[in-house]
């Protein structure tokens, strides 16, 4: 099932669609209770010295942690406690049925300094935040806040694990907006679809892993098909994989050429070459100039190379019709991983950029800053090209300011995805990929093991890759986005720590990445 992700008017309109379709509301309580306490069961170890402290609200929230303890105290030998913010009502079924198995509760008006609270925070194995849902309006007062702000401050050598429900107490949902007193939580388990909120900086820091329960809501229910902006997990991403025939050969996957480099940014050639190589794709030739062709030639073996003079050691706007004339017997085309600003190459990008006849289009980085210094840049672009913006290329693309750009990433990636007829991959954490018929998708991993340099070269070349053996703009776009984000994860557990890794860590990651997707 493709997971959706959908603002809190949208969900309030599949569940309501739902209910009408015969998954009633008690239903899907019952589903998320269950469903997070599978996911507790699977992400820790519990027995009989384990503790889980519910913190319980008074509305469906604190309904779904209910479910989720007494199914707890069914599955496992586990000491369960709940922690009521208010009284919940005599008719309450799932609190009787809590009452009935016999757990701890106590309501917070009835601990007086937060004492009991806080004596079992010090013996908790687990913590599961059951206080507020996706309609929490900020700030967080009263009660709740009182009651964060103490296992906020509990002591730093006790570290339970902190599963959040549906989102973090005090994360606004749409807008990622988050209380102060919000936890930071290790997982945060949510239900139908995601929220914008929990993708969106400064709540996603809150977040944690992220896990979707669909909890029984029919994947062809209208409302839920509706909702334009999908998240790309495992099972998409093997969908997106192009076929790998067993009697296949380099003609049958493709040929990409990359344009790349300049005397200071030498790597990216190599970066991106490699990357485009490792993508599955039949055949790699980059053009630069000749003096670098000489230096990388001897550490890069396996592309085709194609020579270009220069202007003061950078590409000239002379042979942009070499260019031109070779490109058109490539299946995709990146231009600008290190090219450099010289006055020569933004003309030749300008001009290549706008030629007739050209295949699939790939813009990255220096690329993208010559054509900004074009006014109406995008109209002589090819329909479908794919761009690979960071933030501050945005802002130049745009005439926005960068606070602009980090506020409204998915409203500004569609806006101008549209406007402009391209593929849009505004590169950040997270990253969304927007197309010009009005999809988006975002890139459901966050990890500073991709704040290095030479990274988005090696995305660009990847995105190349894929583009060439016959994806779509918006298919190889959000593929290639997602293997590089998992490569980046992967490449953080190989040298132990994020702050470790340097860009090549991501080239030998690749493989992995890929065979986590395939793995099934």
């Not at 053009?287 to 550490?299: E, M, P, Q």
């Not at 800053?369 to 002589?380: D, G």
């Not at 005439?399 to 990636?413: F, H, M, P, Q, Y």
Request: proline share 4%; hydrophobic share 45%; aromatic share 4%.
């Amino acid at each position: 099932m493709t997971i959706k992700v959908a603002s809190v008017k949208e969900m309030r309109a599949i569940e309501a669609a739902a209910d009408r379709s015969g998954v009633s509301y008690a239903q899907m309580m019952l589903n998320a209770g269950q469903a997070a306490s599978r996911y507790l069961q699977r992400r820790i170890t519990l027995n009989e010295k384990s503790v889980v402290i519910f913190l319980v609200g008074k509305g469906n929230n604190g309904g779904d942690g209910l479910v989720m303890a007494c199914d707890l105290a069914r599955e496992t030998s586990a000491d369960i406690r709940l922690y009521l913010l208010e009284a919940r009502g005599d008719d309450d079924i799932h609190f009787q049925a809590a009452a009935d198995a016999g757990l701890s509760v106590k309501l917070a008006a009835e601990d007086n300094g937060g004492e009991i609270l806080s004596a079992w925070i010090r013996e908790a194995t687990a913590i599961v935040d059951a206080i507020f849902g996706i309609g929490l309006r900020l700030p967080l007062r009263g009660g709740a806040a009182a009651v964060l702000g103490r296992v906020l401050r509990r002591p730093r050598d006790d570290r339970p694990f902190v599963l959040a429900i549906d989102c973090p107490s005090g994360v606004d949902c749409d807008s990622g907006a988050a209380d102060p007193l919000t936890l930071r939580v290790d997982a945060t388990i949510t239900f139908i679809g995601a929220k914008p909120g929990l993708l969106t900086f400064p709540a996603a820091e809150k977040v944690g892993d992220l896990e979707v329960a669909t909890i029984g809501v029919p994947a062809a229910l209208p409302e839920l098909q509706r909702v334009s902006t999908t998240l790309v997990e495992d099972g998409l991403a093997a969908s997106l994989l192009p076929p790998r025939p067993l009697d296949g050969h380099k003609g049958t996957f493709g040929k990409v050429m990359l344009v790349a480099g300049s005397p200071n940014y030498i790597g990216a050639i190599a970066l991106a070459g490699e990357s485009a190589c490792r993508s599955g794709v039949g055949l790699v030739t980059i053009a630069t100039t000749r003096n670098l062709i000489d230096i990388v030639a001897s550490s890069l073996s396996e592309p085709t190379w194609l020579a270009l003079s220069a202007d003061d050691g950078a590409i000239s706007e002379r042979t942009s019709e070499a260019v031109i004339r070779a490109a058109r017997a490539y299946d995709a085309l990146l231009i600008g991983c290190g090219l450099g600003l010289h006055d020569s190459t933004c003309e030749f990008v300008k001009r290549v950029a706008s030629a007739e006849a050209l295949p699939p289009l790939i813009l990255d980085a220096d690329a993208l800053n010559a054509l900004s210094q074009q006014p109406e840049w995008w109209t002589n672009l090819p329909a479908y090209s794919i761009i690979t913006p960071h933030s501050g290329e945005m802002a130049r693309l745009t005439g926005l300011s960068t606070a602009e750009i980090n506020a409204d990433r998915w409203r500004v990636s569609r806006r101008y995805a549209a406007r402009w007829d391209v593929v849009v991959v505004l590169k950040g954490a997270h990253t969304v990929i927007a197309d010009p018929a009005g999809e988006a998708s975002v890139i459901p991993v966050k990890t500073d093991a991709l704040g290095t340099a030479g990274t988005g070269d090696i995305l660009a070349g990847l995105i190349a890759g894929l583009r060439a053996q016959g994806l779509s703009a918006y298919d190889s776009a959000r593929l290639g986005a997602y293997v590089h984000a998992l490569a980046g994860m992967i490449a953080a557990d190989i040298v132990s720590s994020s702050r470790s890794v340097i860009a090549g860590d991501l080239l030998a990651a690749l493989g992995a990445a890929f065979q986590w997707i395939e793995r099934d």
